[in-house]
T-cell receptor
Framework: AQSVTQLDSHVSVSEGTPVLLRCNYS??????LFWYVQHPNKGLQLLLK??????LVKGINGFEAEFKKSETSFHLTKPSAHMSDAAEYFCVVSGGSQGNLIFGKGTKLSVKP | NAGVTQTPKFRVLKTGQSMTLLCAQD?????MYWYRQDPGMGLRLIHYSVGEGTTAKGEVPDGYNVSRLKKQNFLLGLESAAPSQTSVYFC????????????FGPGTRLTVL
């Protein structure tokens, strides 16, 4: 069965410093993995996705994630945080029994000026 | 293209009242999903549909019903609302099951008093 664990419920960084949001997954086969972002009172927007091509995936707004099969991880990074990055981020794995996406519980990113 | 739209955006119900949430997509997607989002829980699948006229139960289907009479629309009904159904509801659609990314609507914030 597929599952995903986001290791931090809340991450706080200063503007201009690097961002690291950690995600581990469990899957019985090669999964597709996604990061979605949700700004306050908004819907979910796809940041990036991994679908068994390049292990380093680049997304929108300067974010990227690296798929590491040996570590079953898919951590999200950004070199320099911006105030507009403050949001909740969800790591997601595909392949639920009903074809749905399996969501992590989310990591809330705060960015201090 | 409007993508995925949801109506209404907000609603307050009294316990025992009924209502229908409407989701519409203009991307000709076969698959549609209803999720609920609760604090610290991520998104959980309520019901889904793999095509016009077909629906199936997800992870948390109790207290909800759905219908997919037209390919572009997916309705979520609450026959007798309960306070435990206070949540934010998201509709999503995808071209295929499983590994394909899902596109989300803006959400409906429902409060049951």
């Amino acid at each position: 069965a597929q599952s995903v664990t986001q290791l931090d419920s809340h991450v706080s960084v200063s503007e201009g410093t690097p961002v690291l949001l950690r995600c581990n997954y469990s899957s019985s086969y090669s999964p597709s993995l996604f990061w979605y972002v949700q700004h306050p009172n908004k819907g979910l927007q796809l940041l990036l996705k991994y679908t068994s091509a390049a292990t380093l995936v680049k997304g929108i707004n300067g974010f990227e994630a690296e798929f590491k099969k040996s570590e079953t991880s898919f951590h999200l990074t950004k070199p320099s945080a911006h105030m507009s990055d403050a949001a909740e981020y969800f790591c997601v794995v595909s392949g639920g029994s009903q074809g749905n996406l399996i969501f992590g519980k989310g990591t809330k990113l705060s960015v201090k000026p | 293209n409007a993508g995925v739209t949801q109506t209404p955006k907000f609603r307050v119900l009294k316990t025992g009242q009924s209502m229908t949430l409407l989701c519409a997509q203009d991307m000709n997607h076969e698959y549609m999903y209803w999720y609920r989002q609760d604090p610290g829980m991520g998104l959980r699948l309520i019901h889904y549909s793999v095509g016009e006229g077909t629906t199936a139960k997800g992870e948390v289907p109790d207290g909800y019903n759905v219908s997919r009479l037209k390919k572009q629309n997916f309705l979520l009904g609450l026959e007798s609302a309960a306070p435990s159904q206070t949540s934010v509801y998201f509709c999503a659609s995808s071209y295929r099951r499983g590994h394909n990314e899902q596109f989300f609507g803006p959400g409906t914030r429902l409060t049951v008093l």
